[in-house]
Antibody, heavy 120, light 107 residues
Framework: QVQLVQSGAEVKKPGSSVKVSCQAS????????ISWVRQAPGQGLEWMGE????????NYAQKFQGRVTMTADESTSTAYMELSSLRSEDTAVYYC?????????????WGQGTLVAVSS | AIQLTQSPSSLSASVGDSVTITCRAS??????LAWFQQKPGKPPKLLIY???TLESGVPSRFSGSGSGTDFTLTISSLQPEDFVTYYC?????????FGQGTKLEIK
């Protein structure tokens, strides 16, 4: 059974950056499509992007292009999402999710979520 | 980008009822659609993928159908734990966006 464990909550100042980690255990990390999804308080789910470590492919939502960087360290089975130039609207719970299918069809494993609060 | 529109945004029903949630795509996505359930304070849970395939371990009262632009999630014989929020997500092309969600409430 795959488990995704994310890093802890963060409080950041506007204009700063945050880097959230997501460590996988119990599966073939390199072969999963790892996506990042965020959820602002009381709002819906927002897809931010996806990385597939073994293919080295990365896709970002246009909304976050230039501000987000997704990476993966296969040696530690850890994915990272860094978001820069933070503003108050980036306050949200950030989830990593893993899709174990041969192509993206629905993430079957999710991290517990990381709250990022942006406040001056 | 492909837009997904869910309807209704909220829905009231009683335990034991059957309900249907609709997800409409702004362009054809074949069968590349998944449904998720989200309980408050928890990450989403995959229910259905490829429009109609039930994820392992998900109760059979959940079913999905559709192709192209119109999709449905049906929950039969509602149980108390089913009164939460549901999202659709498309995988035909990037970005893999979500619908806005449907909140199922107890009548």
């Amino acid at each position: 059974q795959v488990q995704l464990v994310q890093s802890g909550a963060e409080v950041k100042k506007p204009g700063s950056s945050v880097k959230v980690s997501c460590q996988a255990s119990g599966g073939s990390f390199s072969r999963y499509y790892i996506s990042w999804v965020r959820q602002a308080p009381g709002q819906g789910l927002e897809w931010m992007g996806e990385i597939m470590p073994i293919l080295g492919s990365i896709n970002y939502a246009q909304k976050f292009q230039g501000r987000v960087t997704m990476t993966a360290d296969e040696s530690t089975s850890t994915a990272y999402m860094e978001l820069s130039s933070l503003r108050s609207e980036d306050t949200a719970v950030y989830y990593c999710a893993a899709d174990s299918a041969n192509w993206p069809s629905g993430s079957d494993y999710w991290g517990q979520g990381t709250l990022v609060a942006v406040s001056s | 980008a492909i837009q997904l529109t869910q309807s209704p945004s909220s829905l009231s029903a009683s335990v034991g009822d059957s309900v249907t949630i609709t997800c409409r795509a702004s362009q054809g996505i074949s069968h590349s659609l998944a449904w998720f359930q989200q309980k408050p304070g928890k990450p989403p849970k995959l229910l259905i993928y490829d429009a109609s395939t039930l994820e392992s371990g998900v109760p059979s009262r959940f079913s999905g159908s559709g192709s192209g632009t119109d999709f449905t999630l049906t929950i039969s014989s509602l149980q108390p734990e089913d009164f939460v929020t549901y999202y659709c997500q498309q995988f035909k092309s990037y970005p893999h966006g979500f619908g806005q969600g449907t909140k199922l409430e107890i009548k």
